[in-house]
């Protein structure tokens, strides 16, 4: 990659015209969902203590919290966007995550303070008083946050955004449990058989597995999810797209927040290349991956590929087809042959559902051995990165 090249891409992803944007959509729908669930709390509040609703009080404490969410997802966007700095050469993306992160926490506190005041309603039960301003009212929220967790969720899926995703499906669930306490204040005025607290305590339940959910998904993210399968496969496309190239493996990619990659790569290339040419390639591969897909390729290995010896040929695709006969062997690749020095080196892919992959990579080593006595092994396993 050229000088004027590497520099782009070390701030270019903070600095993007399609960043901007994206900040931009988080913050509208944040502020769509912060006025919306303020006046939703009110109304919702207004009722519920004067019908002595349980439910709807807590409905309303639920909307309090969506928009204190929404504030929290603002806030984590815009700290995200900070520019890296010697601190943190790769950026603050993954504040993002800390904000969903938060966001899930708030949910499972809201289901816990339910399900707390709902036990004590069952234990000391009062009489609710519904009207029909009251059930207007009720409907009224289930529709609006019916519409409002599609929009968000939406724009979340869209912009790639968690938090927003996450206020969009506590949302949506916000608008079945609005559904229940509006049927529940139905059955107590047609039959006189009140579900209050026992609807309250069954929403609770739900909130809380909501909130589990969610914190377990975004912790997987902090942790390090495995790379989406769709778009490692695409980058491997692009990078087998130049002529050189004859195999592009190992992708590895590293997470810094939504839609912001670091990674690196092998990739098998004529044994006949100049280390001009070499140089040339990598840089032109870097670029290419980084104005298509937005990642930087920190580092590109490289897998000499003998284009001048049909022997060599035999013996690999002899040697790949005793490997690839090995049961959880996905891959074999970067292959090297020398019989005056008797050295054979590759790698070969092992997949996790292996389970002992230390034992899968033995056997291996062992049949190669088998067919190739006498020979030096450089057998090298590799992990199922995103295969």
């Not at 015209?17 to 709390?41: C, H, K, M, P, Y």
């Not at 967790?149 to 912009?159: A, D, S």
């Amino acid at each position: 990659m050229s000088t004027s090249a590497k520099a782009e891409s070390s701030s270019a992803p903070f600095m993007k015209s399609d960043e901007l944007q994206r900040e931009q959509q988080i913050v509208r729908t944040s502020i769509i969902g912060i006025v919306a669930n303020v006046f939703l709390a009110a109304f919702k509040a207004g009722v519920g203590f004067i019908s002595g609703s349980i439910a709807i009080i807590l409905d309303a404490v639920n909307n309090l919290s969506d928009a204190a969410s929404s504030v929290i997802t603002i806030v984590g966007t815009k700290l995200a966007r900070k520019e890296p700095d010697k601190a943190h050469p790769f950026g603050y993306g993954r504040i993002e995550y800390l904000s969903a992160l938060l966001i899930s926490i708030i949910v499972l506190y809201a289901g816990i303070t339910s399900l707390t005041e709902s036990v004590k309603k069952i234990l000391h039960p009062e009489q609710a008083d519904y009207s029909a301003v009251t059930l207007i009212i009720v409907a009224a929220g289930v529709v609006v946050k019916l519409l409002l967790g599609r929009f968000v969720k939406q724009v979340g899926e869209k912009v790639n955004s968690d938090s927003l995703v996450n206020s969009g499906q506590d949302a949506l669930l916000d608008s079945i449990i609005s559904a229940s306490t509006l049927a529940a204040a139905i059955l107590y005025l047609l039959s006189g058989l009140s579900l209050e607290a026992w609807l309250g305590a069954v929403i609770s339940l739900v909130i809380i597995k909501s909130g589990i959910e969610m914190i377990r998904e975004t912790l997987s993210k902090i942790l390090g999810d495995r790379a989406d399968v769709d778009f490692a496969n695409q980058i491997k496309a692009t990078v087998r797209s130049f002529p050189e190239v004859s195999g592009a493996y190992d992708l590895v990619l590293h997470d810094y927040g939504p839609d912001r990659f670091n990674g690196s790569i092998h990739v098998e290339v004529p044994d006949s290349l100049s280390i001009n040419d070499l140089d040339q390639l990598n840089r032109d591969i870097e670029t290419t991956v980084y104005q298509d897909h937005g990642v930087i390729l920190t580092a590109i290995g490289v897998y000499a590929v003998n284009t001048k010896d049909p022997e060599t040929v035999r013996v690999r695709e002899e040697v790949r087809s005793l490997v690839m006969g090995i049961d959880h062997v996905l891959q074999m690749h970067g292959f090297h042959y020398d019989p005056e020095k008797k050295n054979l080196r590759f790698d070969v892919v092992i997949a996790f559902s292996a389970g002992n992959r230390g034992a899968v990579w033995r056997k291996v080593c062992e049949t190669v051995a088998d067919a190739y006595p006498g020979y030096t092994l450089q057998i090298a396993a590799d992990t199922d990165f995103n295969s």
